[in-house]
């Protein structure tokens, strides 16, 4: 793709790869990053013998070669089949512990029910006991978070060990974090460094990030941009490969600090009794709550199993009903096929034309990648064209994204690099990783547009951060929730050692306010300062004004009001925070690490107000505040009758004297209802 080395261009969806897809769900086997190599049994040594005719002497009647034959023959034929044998044992273990091992991983896959999960472990255990190495991998993670088996992070430590000395990538990657944060043993971030490169070179793409991450921050290596692209750019092309076989599902990011003490209501992830009522409604005919859930259930978002059964259920009662969206999505179940439905690019029309009918997008879209790949149609790139122009008119994402690639390739239109990244830019704004990574690809070859690093680099890093080692955020959610801190604790911070923002803010939030036993040995607000340092880095406001609070009050580090004021007013300035404009106005107020400035002071508290409602209140009662210590000090130092005369409440309060007088108004009533029940 353009002149980056060993990079192409993303455009095709996951039906383009349905055959392989399709062959993939019929022999049952579960990849993950890491199942490169396949083991091949040793094929047998043939022994044969060139007649090259009889020779003038022989022996006991034969002739001699002959002879000399049947005696080596003698010999090899019985270790032939000895080692026959022994092959097809060894054969059978192998086979024996590949199922063990692939069983067990679909289980844990497919399934978030505790105990189909311990099933699947103990499958992985079998395997592992019977020598298979991607399940010891399994079983030491699974020691290391307490996910279904008890956390013991000196078993794990040790199991890691082990494999690494073996060459296992995911060993050392863990190695690596363990020795990064201190977890199980000593801090160590040369070590740290060395694992991480070793488990690069093997292959791991969460080692990968995780130096990306340093290079493009400048932790503990030198602040490198080209080289935080090298590594960014070999695990998004991993990620953009997985999208486009077997489409995107995004991850459920679930922030701590948003939602602490209030799961119940968070909007990220439906809880079993919503759920629960969304089916009841559904079946009884909501065509909303149908499509919904049939979504949720074919894409698997919002912490709902992926179930293709269950997706077809209600999108097909959906359709019945005559929504267009779920008789596009039939259509993309069954252009793509699953072990709902089978793949039919004829059925797969049938409801792309009704939905098209209707003017619906999904169904839009659907005709336009028919007759752009020539499914079920002949190929027509005119026809693709016209069909994505009218998805992309309606918003959709998918008929912007396939626009670019047109434009881009060339196909029905002129080739024009400009109107590729306007198309992808619009599709990534959606969040669309495969328009993500092509734009990642143009700005880090300079295709179209002249050449950034940095640009690149986040914008592989949203692709990375797409990939299937996002799911850990469900799982350390669900520990949190059920009070498994420590498991929370671990999962989140090897999660934000990958450099998620979120993840970065989720393990400061159990630092400041959880107790762990794993962070009994070190100070926790220093930890924590470091993570809201990075969090705030990327842009996270919250954790900007945590900066703020950690050097105003002392937290792990010297009371230092200079630089809180600074961290109160990037946030308020970047922003937009109500919360820093407040902060920083009671700063100005009292001349705290900057000049006292009344004037300044009001001017935020005022910005504050209009920022946000939920400040309102808090800066009347500052203004008032401000306004009642100007009108003593007035009276102390001037001639109460001159003061008397220059009072205007629209100046002392300005526009906020009428909630004043409410408030007084308001008191006065108290006083009397109680004087009068009293």
């Known amino acids: 793709f353009g002149c980056a080395r ?40 043939k022994y044969h013998v060139e007649s090259k005719g009889e020779p003038a002497s022989a022996q006991n009647g034969q002739p001699a070669a002959i002879a000399e034959e049947i005696g080596n023959n003698a010999k090899i034929l019985p270790e032939a089949n000895t080692a026959e044998q022994q092959q097809t044992v060894k054969s059978k273990e192998e086979q024996e512990i590949e199922d063990l091992y692939n069983n067990g991983t679909k289980i844990l896959k497919r399934s978030r029910d505790k105990n189909l999960r311990k099933e699947g472990y103990k499958l992985l255990v079998k395997a592992a006991d019977l020598g298979s190495t991607k399940a010891m991998e399994r079983i030491a993670y699974a020691l290391l978070f307490g996910d279904q088996l008890p956390q013991n992070v000196t078993a794990a430590r040790d199991l890691f060990d082990a494999l690494a000395e073996n ?36 292959g791991n793409f969460v080692a990968h990030m995780i130096l990306g991450y340093r290079y493009l921050n400048g932790i503990n290596l030198p602040q490198h941009c080209e080289a935080a692209l090298v590594h960014y750019r070999t ?30 209501s968070n909007g990220q992830i439906m809880e079993l009794d919503l759920y629960q009522y969304f089916q009841l409604i559904a079946e009884k005919g909501d065509l909303q709550s149908q499509v919904g859930l049939g979504q949720l259930h074919l894409t698997g978002g919002k912490g709902i199993e992926q179930d293709f059964k269950k997706a077809f259920y209600y999108l097909s009662k ?67 064209l016209r069909y994505f122009k009218k998805a992309a008119d309606k918003g959709w994402v998918d008929g912007q994204f396939q626009l ?3 434009h881009y390739t060339g196909l029905g239109v002129k080739r024009d690099y400009k109107m590729a990244i306007t198309y992808f830019h619009q599709a990534s704004q959606a969040g669309h990783a495969l328009a993500l990574y092509n734009l990642a690809q143009m700005y880090g070859s300079g295709t179209g547009v002249v050449r950034s690093c940095l640009t690149a680099v986040e914008l592989y890093k949203n692709v990375c951060e797409r990939g299937q080692w996002t799911e850990r955020f469900l799982s350390a959610y669900f520990a949190y929730k059920e009070n498994d801190i420590d498991s929370a604790f671990l999962q989140y911070l ?42 705030a880095a990327q842009g996270y406001s919250y954790a900007r004004i945590k900066l703020g609070d950690y050097y105003y009050y002392g937290r792990g ?4 009001y200079e630089t809180a004021a600074i961290h109160y007013r990037l946030a308020a300035e970047q922003q937009r925070s109500a919360q820093a404009m407040f902060n920083l106005a009671y700063m100005y107020e009292y001349g705290l690490g900057t000049e ?74 108290a006083v009397l209802t109680a004087y009068r029940h009293g």
């Open 318 to 384: 959906a359709a019945e009903g005559g929504s267009a969206n779920a008789l596009g999505f039939l259509g993309k179940m069954y252009s793509e096929g699953n072990e709902a439905v089978p793949q039919s690019n004829e059925i797969a029309l049938i409801y792309y034309r009704m939905a098209a009918e209707r003017d619906n997008p999904i169904g839009l879209t659907g005709l336009g990648l028919a007759y752009l790949y020539g499914k079920g149609v002949p190929v027509d790139y005119e026809e693709a």
């Open 494 to 535: 090897f999660l934000a050692e990958q450099g998620y923002e979120t993840a970065q803010s989720n393990i400061a939030h159990i630092l400041e306010y959880e107790q762990t036993s794993l962070s009994l040995k070190i100070d926790c607000y220093h930890m924590a300062l470091i993570y809201w340092n990075r969090a």
């Open 557 to 560: 580090t010297k009371v230092d």
């Open 596 to 669: 006292q400035d009344l004037h300044l002071a009001r001017r935020f508290y005022n910005l504050a107000a209009e920022t946000s409602t939920d400040a309102y209140i808090p800066v009347f009662l500052a203004l008032f505040k401000i306004g009642a210590i100007n009108f003593i000090h007035s009276v102390q130092y001037s001639n109460l009758s001159e003061v008397w005369k220059q009072i205007h409440l629209d100046r002392l309060l300005r526009r906020h004297w009428d909630l004043c007088l409410i408030m007084i108004l308001t008191l006065l009533l």
């Open 6 to 45: 060993g990079s192409r261009l993303h455009y095709t969806d996951s039906n383009v790869t349905q055959e392989q897809n399709n062959q993939t769900e019929k022999e049952d086997v579960v990849k993950t990053e890491d199942d490169n190599l396949s083991l091949e049994p040793e094929e047998l040594k």
């Open 167 to 202: 060459g296992s990538h995911k060993a050392q990657t863990a190695l690596g974090f363990m020795y990064a944060t201190g977890i199980g043993g000593s801090y160590n971030q040369p070590k740290a460094l060395v694992y991480y490169t070793f488990a690069a070179l093997g």
């Open 235 to 264: 695990a998004a092309k991993y990620v953009a490969d997985i999208v486009a076989l077997n489409g995107e599902t995004l991850p459920e990011k679930v922030r701590l600090t948003e939602r602490a003490g209030n799961f119940s």
């Open 404 to 406: 670019g690639v047109m």
